[in-house]
């Protein structure tokens, strides 16, 4: 049986997000917190395109606030699988500020690594991706470095102490 292999456009995904009063922080801006749940629950929506069923979130390893995001603002979150390893998917989730005439201005980053699971939440095999653009090949190459990079991180964080302090 020949392995299944999808493009990075089967499973982009994008949500559109009015700010209310009560996503707010004290300062009357986005609470972080708020935009973070909900940039892991897009890129689950994107993990679970690709990969035809459940996944989990196993870590996000980058996450910038680069503008501050208002009460009445409307973003636009657009997500997609930049690499993906066995079981394993990175996927990159851009945020904008929309203002009226649809003009985008990006807020914010994050790469975050999803694994498909199984019905006993064991890694399960994902759908090789299928690169096509210019701008997809450079994803792909650099979101394999990425991967290399974070299982150093894990290998080093195994061999540290990891008592609870107190
Ligand atoms: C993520 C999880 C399923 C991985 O299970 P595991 O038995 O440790 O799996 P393995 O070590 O065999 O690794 C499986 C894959 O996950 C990747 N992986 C494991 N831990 C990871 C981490 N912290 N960050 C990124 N990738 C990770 C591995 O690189 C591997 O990728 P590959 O299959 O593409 O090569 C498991 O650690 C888990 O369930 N964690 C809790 C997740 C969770 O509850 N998230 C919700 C937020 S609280």
């Known amino acids: 049986m020949s392995e299944s292999i999808k493009p990075v456009s089967y499973s982009v995904s994008e949500q559109t997000?009015?700010?209310?009063?009560?996503?707010?922080n004290r300062s009357g801006r986005l609470f972080g917190g708020q935009l973070?749940?909900?940039i892991d629950i897009l890129a689950g929506v994107v993990a679970f395109r690709?990969?035809?069923g459940d996944c989990t979130t196993a870590s996000v390893d980058y996450l910038s606030f680069e503008k501050p995001i208002s009460v009445k603002d409307l973003i636009v979150m657009h997500g997609k699988v930049t690499y993906v390893g066995n079981s394993s998917m990175e996927i990159r989730v851009?945020?904008?500020?929309?203002?009226?005439?649809?003009?985008?201005e990006h807020a914010n980053r994050a790469y975050l690594t999803f694994v498909a699971i199984d019905d006993e939440g064991r890694p399960r095999r994902v759908p090789r991706l299928d690169p096509q653009t210019d701008e997809e090949k450079a994803e792909y190459a650099a979101g394999l470095e990425r991967a290399r990079l974070r299982r150093e991180r894990r290998k080093k964080k195994d061999s540290a102490e990891m008592?609870?302090?107190y």
């Open 94 to 104: 851009d945020t904008f500020i929309e203002s009226p005439g649809l003009v985008h």
């Open 50 to 52: 690709h990969s035809d």
């Open 36 to 38: 973070m749940a909900w």
């Open 163 to 165: 008592a609870y302090p």
């Open 17 to 24: 997000q009015l700010i209310m009063a009560q996503h707010s």
